[in-house]
């Protein structure tokens, strides 16, 4: 059962980027994800320090929630947590506010995953030269 579908309909077939590329010129996974996808972690839990000037907050929709717009540099500490969630009213208010959301959901299909909550897996890693050292012992 799918949850998302394609609205808009030319008669031409649509390639998976291409309909890929509509969902995310809508943000439409703000829908589902309505929090970043990580901070730092340092001296508090969320530690400070995400924004400067040369990286500003973003009030654009889908990166407004972002707890950091910088670049990573080895040393940091922060957090990856992707996460999908079904929160009704959330979701309710995004398809009014953003009828083009609405659209690209299947009203009858996504009740059937409303009260169901929702799941955001979180690693905590260490920026390095090469890459990252995830630091989450949970298998």
């Known amino acids: 059962m799918k949850i998302l579908k394609y609205p808009l309909s030319d008669g031409k077939s649509k390639s998976d980027d291409e309909i890929i590329d509509y ?8 829908m589902f994800m309505p929090h970043g996808l990580g901070h730092f972690l340092g001296m508090t839990v969320h530690d400070v320090g995400g924004y400067n000037d040369q990286y500003p907050k973003s009030d654009e929709l889908g990166l407004c929630w972002l707890r950091t717009t910088r670049k990573l540099e080895e040393g940091m500490v922060i957090t990856v947590e992707p996460g999908v969630y079904f929160n009704t009213s959330w979701i309710k ?3 009014t506010k953003y009828p083009k959301m609405g659209d690209c959901v299947d009203k009858e299909v996504i009740k059937d995953y409303y009260g169901c909550g929702g799941c955001r897996i979180e690693d905590d890693v260490l920026v390095t030269k090469d890459g990252i050292e995830n630091l989450t012992i949970v298998p």
């Open 23 to 30: 969902f995310m010129s809508l943000y439409l996974a703000s």
């Open 93 to 95: 208010q995004m398809m």
